[in-house]
């Protein structure tokens, strides 16, 4: 296999600097790892099941959407530490095989959704694994139906949240990005009905989307100025779903890809950003910004490529906010012109490049399809540069996903192969 | 658990000195600059922390309006607010806004250390370093 074009120093030089955080040195793998295959359970609210059986599902399924079978895959990536993922011993117990299989904690949604590609491509290169999957799947519905816990557990649980900002009320998350909200309305002129186009159009593409959970739910300006404020100036509709549901995705090399059945999707650059200071973001120096600032232009280096050439997009959107910030972030806008860049339909998946839009969280992203943590995001890119989505975007040929775990972002730019 | 521990050996400190109305942040005496949030010691130089009471002076970043239903460990709504202090403006802290209303608060406005009583809705009071728009005493 071929180790691609450029060097570390190219691009950092490319990248670029920053005063309030940094890319991570990600080693250029660009054309190296496809995406042969995608799978999803069902999406849901409290469904019953356990993160673990989401997981299997979505992997069985990604396998067969490959055209592999369960003995063909000898690479595993999950999340380290959010809900239960599975382990080479679950799977070989669900599917009754038993290769060796490469093992790693540093794949999953978030950030990894992304960043697992990198280090997929480095096993790969490595010769350690032919055919890795990714997983990721959630209970958290039906958990925060039985009082077993929330997602803002982790929160609660670090020390220096738990001492000097739970005592002051300033949790969970949303108060987080409520705060964040109000500086950037303050420094940048966005108002609560240029905000609303966000959620609005995310509800728009679920309501055409088989599997979204706010499928049969509308959601127009008026509604969303007619609800009361959480935590202002963010309502329930600025806010992620809790659901259950997971998805997976088989990556292997090039090569490979071409092989299978399916049309591939190649990998053409990955980007990975901190905030100095991480995980307090109480104390990140920037409020009205994403650590999207120093992933995207690591990725779009590594791709050779500028965001005005994107198709589609799939923006993490735990909040509004972050969804409008890290679309800023990754250079679709200057900075403090979301708000205005949002507006008249630009992110509808029927407004294509062609005619001035970026189509955005096409399947209704976090806000209105599922909280499976971004793992969907990706496959909805997959199916839309395979050509086979819903609200199919037309001509999609380069895509990218941004990702968030607020200190860290990261960025996956695909392309149709 | 919103309740702070006023015996943890590295944030009790900030609570212990709030029980007393005063506020300190973790100050390194060398690099004469806040360390915040505390660390065993100072990132720059490795030297030692104390605790250095704060004049009480800042500004506030920002803020929002928290509903009953978003926090349930208070009762009704309250404001929490990011806040930089004067004497340690590369720092922020969390903290609540009292004795005011939200249209009169805008980003960036002078603010005045109030100590106040924070009740939470299970457990104990506790004495914690609050904020109020800075307000020029008018006379009688
Ligand atoms: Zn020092």
């Given at each position: 296999?071929?180790v691609?074009?450029?060097?570390?120093?190219?691009?950092?030089?490319?990248a670029?600097?920053?005063?309030?955080?940094?890319?991570?040195?990600l080693?250029?793998i660009r054309?190296?790892v496809?995406?042969a295959g995608?799978g999803?359970?069902?999406?849901?609210?409290?469904s019953?099941r356990?993160?673990?059986?989401l997981?299997l599902e979505a992997?069985?399924?990604a396998?067969?959407d490959?055209?592999?079978q369960?003995a063909?895959i000898?690479?595993?990536m999950?999340?380290?530490g959010?809900?239960?993922?599975?382990?080479?011993e679950?799977?070989?117990a669900?599917?009754?095989t038993?290769?060796p299989i490469w093992?790693?904690r540093e794949?999953?949604g978030?950030?990894?959704?992304?960043?697992?590609?990198?280090?997929a491509a480095q096993a790969?290169?490595?010769?350690e694994?032919r055919h890795?999957?990714?997983?990721f799947?959630?209970?958290?519905?039906?958990?925060?139906a039985?009082g077993r816990?929330t997602?803002?557990?982790w929160?609660a649980?670090?020390?220096m949240?738990?001492?000097?900002?739970?005592p002051?009320?300033?949790?969970?998350?949303p108060v987080?990005?409520a705060?964040?909200?109000r500086?950037?309305?303050h420094?940048?002129?966005?108002?609560?009905?240029?905000l609303?186009?966000?959620?609005?159009?995310?509800?728009?593409h679920a309501?055409?989307?088989?599997?979204?959970?706010?499928?049969?739910?509308s959601l127009?300006?008026e509604d969303y100025l007619?609800?009361?404020?959480?935590?202002?100036?963010?309502?329930m509709?600025?806010c992620?779903?809790?659901s259950?549901?997971?998805?997976a995705?088989?990556?292997t090399s090039?090569?490979r890809?071409?092989?299978?059945r399916q049309?591939?999707?190649?990998?053409?650059?990955?980007g990975?950003?901190?905030?100095?200071?991480?995980?307090?973001i109480?104390?990140?120096k920037?409020?009205t910004?994403t650590?999207?600032?120093f992933?995207a232009p690591?990725?779009?280096?590594?791709?050779?490529?500028?965001p005005?050439?994107?198709?589609?997009?799939a923006?993490?959107?735990?909040?509004?906010?972050?969804?409008?910030?890290?679309?800023e972030?990754?250079g679709?806008?200057?900075?403090g012109e979301?708000?205005?860049?949002?507006?008249?339909?630009?992110l509808?998946f029927?407004r294509?490049?062609?005619r001035?839009?970026?189509p955005?969280?096409?399947?209704?992203?976090l806000?209105s399809?599922?909280?499976?943590?971004g793992?969907?995001?990706?496959?909805?890119?997959?199916k839309?540069?395979?050509?086979e989505a819903?609200?199919?975007v037309?001509?999609?040929?380069?895509?990218a996903y941004?990702?968030?775990?607020?200190?860290?972002?990261s960025?996956l730019?695909l392309?149709?192969? | 658990?919103?309740?702070?521990?006023?015996n943890d050996?590295?944030?009790g400190?900030?609570?212990?000195?709030a029980s007393e109305q005063?506020?300190v942040?973790?100050w390194?005496e060398?690099?004469?600059c806040a360390?915040?949030?505390?660390?065993?010691?100072c990132?720059?130089?490795?030297?030692l922390?104390?605790?250095?009471?704060l004049?009480?002076?800042?500004?506030?970043?920002?803020?929002?309006v928290?509903?009953k239903t978003?926090?349930?460990s208070?009762?009704?709504?309250?404001?929490?607010?990011l806040?930089?202090?004067?004497?340690?403006?590369g720092?922020?802290?969390v903290?609540?806004l009292?004795d005011?209303?939200p249209?009169e608060?805008?980003?960036?406005?002078?603010?005045?250390?109030?100590?106040?009583?924070l009740?939470?809705?299970?457990?104990?009071?506790y004495?914690?370093?609050?904020?109020?728009?800075?307000?020029?005493?008018?006379?009688?």
């Amino acid at each position: 296999m071929s180790v691609s074009g450029q060097s570390l120093e190219q691009l950092v030089r490319r990248a670029g600097y920053f005063d309030w955080g940094s890319a991570v040195p990600l080693e250029d793998i660009r054309g190296e790892v496809a995406i042969a295959g995608i799978g999803e359970t069902p999406y849901s609210g409290p469904s019953g099941r356990n993160a673990r059986d989401l997981c299997l599902e979505a992997v069985a399924a990604a396998i067969a959407d490959a055209g592999l079978q369960p003995a063909d895959i000898d690479g595993l990536m999950v999340s380290k530490g959010i809900a239960d993922q599975i382990t080479p011993e679950d799977f070989h117990a669900h599917f009754g095989t038993s290769q060796p299989i490469w093992f790693s904690r540093e794949g999953g949604g978030m950030i990894w959704a992304a960043t697992s590609a990198h280090a997929a491509a480095q096993a790969l290169r490595r010769g350690e694994a032919r055919h890795i999957v990714n997983v990721f799947a959630v209970d958290w519905a039906s958990r925060r139906a039985d009082g077993r816990g929330t997602p803002g557990d982790w929160h609660a649980s670090e020390v220096m949240k738990a001492h000097f900002e739970l005592p002051f009320g300033w949790y969970p998350q949303p108060v987080y990005f409520a705060t964040f909200a109000r500086r950037y309305m303050h420094e940048f002129g966005l108002t609560e009905r240029q905000l609303a186009a966000l959620p609005v159009a995310f509800r728009r593409h679920a309501n055409r989307h088989p599997g979204a959970v706010m499928r049969e739910k509308s959601l127009s300006v008026e509604d969303y100025l007619d609800r009361a404020p959480l935590a202002d100036p963010l309502r329930m509709e600025d806010c992620c779903l809790i659901s259950d549901g997971g998805a997976a995705y088989v990556y292997t090399s090039v090569e490979r890809a071409r092989d299978l059945r399916q049309r591939p999707v190649i990998v053409e650059g990955v980007g990975r950003g901190i905030v100095d200071g991480a995980p307090y973001i109480s104390q990140q120096k920037q409020i009205t910004a994403t650590p999207q600032t120093f992933a995207a232009p690591w990725a779009f280096a590594m791709a050779d490529a500028n965001p005005g050439e994107l198709d589609v997009i799939a923006v993490y959107d735990c909040f509004s906010i972050t969804a409008l910030m890290q679309i800023e972030d990754m250079g679709l806008c200057s900075k403090g012109e979301g708000g205005h860049f949002i507006q008249d339909g630009r992110l509808d998946f029927d407004r294509p490049r062609s005619r001035g839009g970026i189509p955005c969280n096409t399947h209704g992203g976090l806000l209105s399809h599922a909280y499976v943590l971004g793992i969907a995001h990706v496959v909805e890119l997959v199916k839309q540069l395979r050509g086979e989505a819903v609200n199919q975007v037309e001509n999609a040929e380069l895509a990218a996903y941004a990702g968030f775990t607020a200190d860290e972002g990261s960025t996956l730019v695909l392309r149709r192969g | 658990m919103v309740q702070p521990d006023t015996n943890d050996p590295v944030t009790g400190p900030f609570w212990l000195a709030a029980s007393e109305q005063r506020l300190v942040m973790s100050w390194c005496e060398r690099c004469d600059c806040a360390v915040w949030y505390p660390k065993p010691a100072c990132p720059e130089c490795g030297g030692l922390l104390h605790w250095k009471t704060l004049s009480g002076d800042a500004t506030l970043l920002s803020w929002t309006v928290v509903s009953k239903t978003m926090n349930p460990s208070f009762n009704g709504s309250y404001i929490p607010a990011l806040v930089v202090p004067r004497d340690a403006p590369g720092t922020r802290l969390v903290t609540q806004l009292v004795d005011c209303e939200p249209a009169e608060l805008v980003c960036d406005m002078p603010l005045a250390l109030r100590f106040g009583m924070l009740q939470p809705r299970e457990g104990d009071p506790y004495m914690a370093p609050l904020f109020t728009p800075f307000r020029l005493r008018v006379g009688p």
